[in-house]
């Protein structure tokens, strides 16, 4: 799963490009169990579940 909105750069997601909206702050990471920090949405179809781009580049769910 890929969102659009989230660049890796030199192929290292330590280093993100991109806005980060005010709506993705402080929602619950599924992978985490969170709130601090930016998510973003799961785009599989019809599925709520909201992440970290980095532990969901970690956990194998954000594929390039």
């Not at 659009?4 to 993100?16: A, H, I, R, S, Y």
């Not at 990471?29 to 781009?53: E, V």
């Amino acid at each position: 799963t890929w969102n659009p909105e989230l660049k890796f750069k030199d192929g290292t997601m330590q280093v993100m490009e991109g806005t980060v909206l005010r709506s993705a702050l402080g929602h619950l990471c599924m992978l985490c169990n969170q709130t601090s920090g930016a998510s973003i949405g799961c785009d599989f179809m019809g599925c709520k579940n909201r992440f970290h781009p980095y532990c969901g580049a970690k956990h194998g769910v954000i594929s390039d």
